[in-house]
């Protein structure tokens, strides 16, 4: 095993990627109770890291966390989940941050676990720097719909955009409430004004729960609460 494993590990070693995934396949599959088996589980996940398979690595990874979770190298293993999402989201705000999301949920997995790890700070950062790419994305879509005069998901956005920054950017916060109550108040125009002209109610997520009063009120209920945070 150890001689079979050496030979499958050269291939990582030279960087050949593509053979080393096959020959660490073929080594685990022949050895499955080595003392090199989940070594080899981890360089094939590394393999595919390296080669921008960031799917198939935080697969590999997760996998790892479920069949070793004691092993010393698992606070990496939990690490490369986030970053392999992270390397899979899209930079620009004017895309889905969908994977963003799912780095920083396994980064704060990996927090809970691992509140010791030297990759601790790092994760942290990075942490850090998808919040913000989340909020501006956030914020994005909303102005977007704000152009687009689609009140009702404009506001549904920005009420989003102030659960997101509440707690860490008060200016902003306000702002978010602001243009909530606005998109609403026209909503709740465009609705009685379709009312006069004998259409029926367009649903939507506030249509569904709400009256057009409701609605009024609500707006006014956001504006009280952005009055009560500092500028």
Avoid at 52 to 57: I, L, S
Avoid at 98 to 125: G, M, N, T, Y
Avoid at 155 to 166: P, Q
Wanted: net charge neutral; aromatic share 14%.
């Amino acid at each position: 095993p150890k001689e079979a494993y050496i030979y499958a590990k050269g291939y990582y070693d030279d960087g050949n990627f593509r053979m080393a995934i096959t020959k660490l396949g073929e080594f685990r599959s022949r050895f499955p109770y080595s003392q090199y088996a989940t070594e080899a589980d981890f360089l094939i996940a590394d393999a595919h890291f390296q080669m921008e398979e960031y799917a198939m690595a935080s697969a590999e990874y997760a996998q790892l966390v479920k069949l070793h979770p004691k092993h010393p190298k698992i606070d990496f293993a939990r690490f490369r989940i986030g970053l392999s999402y992270w390397e899979a989201a899209p930079e620009n705000i004017d895309r889905e941050q969908e994977f963003a999301r799912k780095a920083i949920e396994a980064w704060e997995e990996f927090a809970q676990f691992h509140p010791q790890s030297a990759l601790r700070d790092r994760a942290r950062e990075l942490m850090g720097q998808g919040r913000k790419r989340i909020r501006q994305a956030e914020e994005f879509v909303a102005m977007f719909y704000e152009k687009q005069e689609v009140w009702h998901a404009c506001a549904f956005r920005y009420e989003s955009l102030y659960a997101m920054v509440k707690d860490t950017d008060t200016p902003l916060a306000k702002t978010a409430l602001l243009k909530s109550a606005k998109c609403l108040d026209k909503l709740a125009d465009e609705e009685e004004e379709a009312k006069q002209d004998g259409e029926t109610l367009r649903l939507n997520v506030y249509t569904k729960v709400y009256t057009v009063a409701q609605i009024r009120d609500y707006s006014r209920r956001l504006v009280q609460d952005a009055s009560k945070l500092k500028p």
